[in-house]
Every structure is written in structure tokens, then in C-alpha cells.
């Protein structure tokens, strides 16, 4: 990694964005998003100064505590993760103590009573029976069991490739897609024999080293993310599992409740669909001058 002299907030944002891709190996989409937040930081921080000898902990703190009250829910820790991820790099430079970073605040997020943090063993079953009137049963429930026994990421399910999976030992390979670096997991039983019914049964032949293939005609390997959520969200519909936020219908059964595609920040990078949703729901229940 070639190492210059910064002079500026977009220099010294550059040299944390090349630290991210060459020496953490961050995902694209993540260093998009931290270098938002880290601008910012830059910018009132620094403030033209390239020495950072003036940093303290209580100015680190302020700092992210007044960023996160300007956020909502899972987006308030944002400015935590980012710019403790921006103190590292700058100990990693050696131009900070090591330690500024576990100065940082941890946000609480409220949390819904009513709602289980995640499902139940009887709702895991009721998801897994789903899949049976479905399209593609047998891939689909490979792939639950994936995202469910192992906890895989749908972008680490639609990269994988049948060289991944070693039968002999019983292990599956992974490509983390945040940090695109690999793992080894030991295979389940439940979940090798779920897999090896799909590729035996039901998976197209000669459509490449791709495990998962689509319903496409003719038929491509999965490579859109999307498609597992929507596939999940199917069967969610077909088991009667309330979806995200359609548990909060339980207790208030006149809530409107309306889905968007945005990922975990949305805020940050569909602010104007939300805002436009938001605004759409205010006319209809206040009248056109809301």
C-alpha cells in the first residue's frame, strides 16, 4: 500500500478509503457508507489542520453522539462504527494512541417488546414446510436451511460454487461478502442432505459451477441477492409469519405498514423514496395540505 503525505480532509479520506479496500478488505457498499460519516468527522476534527495531536476522547465522543441523534433506528450506529473504524486506521498509521477508539459510546437502539428478536423454532418449522408448494421446493430449502443453520449472508449463498463444498469432510467454504475473505464451516447433516437432494434432483445441469441456479429460462445461476429476500418473504407469506414490520400490526391493527427495497441505511441512500412514501401516507390520512 503507497503511503503519501495528506494535506487535506480529501486526502486523508482517501488514504482511509485505500486502508479499507487493501488492508480490511471492506465491501464497496460499506465504504461508501463510512465515508459519509467520516467526512464529517473529518471536517469538524481537523478543520484544515493535518495534525491530529488535538484529538480528544470528549471531542470523539460529542462527535458521534451529535451525529447519531440526527438518525433513526439501525442508522444511529453509523457514526459509531465509522468512525471507530477511522481511529483504527489512524493507530494503524501510528499517528494515534492505540485505545481512542474504544472511547466511543455504544447506542442504544429501543427495542419493541412484543417482537421476538428473532424466529421461533416453531415458525423455523412452519418456513421450512412452506417451501414444499412452492416453485423450486428443494433449492429453496437448501437454501433456508443455509440462511437459518449457518447464518449465511444471501450474497455469500448466491457466490457459491459447487467446488465450495467438500462432501468427504463435511465442510462448506464461504466467501464473507463484507469482507471478502473466506471461511470454513462444518456442513450439518440436515443441511448437506438438503443440498445434495437439490444438486441431485432438481439443479439443471450444465449451467456452470453456480450451486443455486434460477427459474430463468433458460436456466442462470442466481447472482442478485434480492432474490433470496424476496424468496424468504414468499414463504414467510405462505407459513403466515409476520413479515419485519407487520409485527407491529399485532398491536396496532390500524397501522400502515409499507415495504422498501434499502437495505440496512436507508436513510443514507433512499432518503427520497422514504421521504416520498412518507409524504404520500400524510396526504392520504391528513388531507392534500399535510
Known amino acids: 500500500m503507497n503511503l503519501q503525505p495528506e494535506v487535506c480532509s480529501s486526502s486523508w479520506l482517501l488514504s482511509y478509503n485505500n486502508y479499507l479496500q487493501d488492508v480490511v478488505g471492506t465491501a464497496v457498499k460499506t465504504r461508501e457508507r463510512y465515508s459519509l460519516a467520516v467526512r464529517r468527522f473529518i471536517d469538524v476534527c481537523l478543520k484544515d489542520d493535518t495534525n491530529w495531536a488535538g484529538l480528544s476522547v470528549q471531542r470523539v465522543v460529542d462527535f458521534v453522539r451529535e451525529e447519531a441523534a440526527t438518525k433513526t433506528g439501525c442508522g444511529r450506529r453509523l457514526p459509531v462504527t465509522a468512525v471507530r473504524s477511522f481511529l ?8 494515534v494512541p492505540a485505545g481512542l477508539d474504544r472511547a466511543i459510546p455504544r447506542i442504544r437502539l429501543a427495542t419493541h417488546a412484543s ?28 437454501i433456508l436451511l443455509l440462511l437459518v443453520r449457518l447464518g449465511l449472508r444471501c450474497a455469500e449463498i448466491v ?15 464461504v466467501c464473507i461478502s463484507k469482507s471478502h475473505r473466506e471461511r470454513v464451516l462444518p456442513l450439518p447433516c440436515e443441511v448437506g442432505t438438503a443440498l445434495a437432494d437439490y444438486i441431485q434432483h432438481d439443479r439443471p445441469a450444465k449451467v456452470g459451477r453456480a ?11 442466481l447472482h442478485d441477492p ?9 414463504n414467510l407469506v405462505r407459513a403466515g409469519i409476520p413479515l419485519g414490520a407487520e409485527a407491529f ?20 441512500t433512499h432518503l427520497e423514496e422514504v421521504t416520498s412514501a412518507m409524504r404520500e401516507f400524510l396526504q392520504k390520512t391528513f388531507g392534500e395540505n399535510s
Open 211 to 221: 450451486v443455486f441456479i434460477g427459474v430463468n429460462n433458460p436456466p442462470r445461476p
Open 249 to 268: 400490526l399485532r398491536d396496532n391493527p390500524n397501522a400502515t405498514v409499507q415495504f422498501l427495497e434499502t437495505g440496512h441505511f436507508a436513510l443514507e
Open 159 to 173: 457466490a457459491m460454487e459447487m467446488d465450495d463444498i467438500d462432501w468427504q469432510n463435511g465442510l462448506i467454504r
Open 115 to 142: 417482537i421476538p428478536r428473532h424466529h421461533s423454532a416453531d415458525q423455523i418449522a412452519q418456513l421450512l414446510d412452506a417451501v414444499r408448494t412452492g416453485e423450486t421446493p428443494s433449492r429453496d430449502r437448501a
Open 88 to 95: 483504527r486506521f489512524l493507530v494503524w498509521r501510528g499517528i
Open 226 to 234: 434480492t432474490a433470496i429476500t424476496r424468496m424468504v418473504k414468499r
